[in-house]
């Protein structure tokens, strides 16, 4: 059964490479910071994550043990795994407020697909269909915020 869901992966990420490289786009390479809303700075522009929503900070998570936040655990993962690196952003497109939305990479890996193997994410319902299925993975396996139980207070 895990060599079925490792072959799966494999697969899902090879298209969505392939899907992604075909599209025409400006690339931005720099250093980035994690903003509070889940959002990066790079060259000093807003960029989203192509593909995902990253739980708002007002959102809480209680497990078992107790209360905890969402959105800033999966905000810290985000900017433990680009801490270090160059991020290399390829823009897919322009929103009304100025900011970008773009698939950024660090290292090769696609943050998007990272952030919903992790857990950390959830993905868009435009989002790519690779992108969906490395969600419903991570929830199936409790990982992330799929992992804790919701409090909408």
């Known amino acids: 059964m895990r060599s079925i869901l490792q072959a799966s992966a494999l ?12 599209h025409a786009a400006r690339e931005m390479v720099s250093y980035a910071r994690v903003m509070d809303d889940g959002s990066l700075r790079v060259k000093g ?7 995902i929503y990253i739980p708002p900070t007002d959102r809480t998570c209680r497990t078992y043990e107790r209360p905890v936040r969402c959105g800033p655990r999966s905000i810290l993962a985000l900017d433990f795994k680009i801490e270090p690196h160059f991020v290399s952003c390829a823009v897919t497109g322009e929103n009304d407020d100025g900011s970008i939305t773009a698939v950024c990479k660090v290292n090769g890996e696609d943050l998007s697909a990272w952030m919903l193997q992790s857990g950390w994410a959830a ?3 435009d989002a790519p269909f690779a992108y969906q299925t490395l969600e419903k993975i991570a929830r199936s396996k409790g990982l992330g915020i799929w992992g804790t139980i919701i409090d909408r207070r």
């Open 45 to 51: 522009r807003t960029v989203w994550l192509y593909g």
């Open 123 to 125: 993905a868009l319902p």
């Open 11 to 22: 697969f899902i990420f090879a298209l969505l490479s392939f899907a992604l490289q075909t």
